[in-house]
């Protein structure tokens, strides 16, 4: 298993939650990390990147101010602190680890991926 999420569960509106993720050195290093995530009957989107220095960051806009995308190059680790979720954030979150440096919101830049962490936010 090259990454592997964790993290999810189930909250309330309004609360937060934190999930890892850790990959092999091979997965990480020299590449942008991003989550993305899919809710029951749609498609597969982009949520947040960073790129490999952790100098850039981006977010979709219904997540821009409630969430933050961090990395440890140390630890191979990428994290997406969640607050104040709301119940359209409920979905399966996946990690991917990108073919280039630099941040992308594009899926198909993305080469692996996570088996997914399921976060449910109930109203």
């Known amino acids: 298993v090259q990454l592997q999420a964790s993290g999810g569960g189930l909250v309330q509106a309004g609360g937060s939650l934190r999930l890892s993720c850790v990959a092999s050195?091979?997965?990480?290093?020299?590449?942008?990390m991003g989550w993305f995530r899919q809710a029951p009957g749609k498609e597969r989107e982009f949520v947040a990147t960073?790129?490999?220095?952790?100098?850039?960051?981006y977010y979709t806009d219904s997540v821009k101010g409630r969430f933050t995308i961090a990395r440890d190059n140390a630890k191979n680790t990428v994290s997406l602190q969640m607050n104040s979720l709301k119940p359209e954030d409920t979905a399966v979150y996946y990690c991917a680890a990108a073919r280039t440096s630099v941040t992308t919101t594009r899926r198909a830049d993305y080469r692996y991926w996570g088996q997914g962490t399921q976060v449910t936010v109930s109203s």
């Open positions: 960073i790129d490999w220095k952790h100098t850039s960051t």
């Open positions: 050195r091979r997965t990480f290093s020299n590449n942008a």
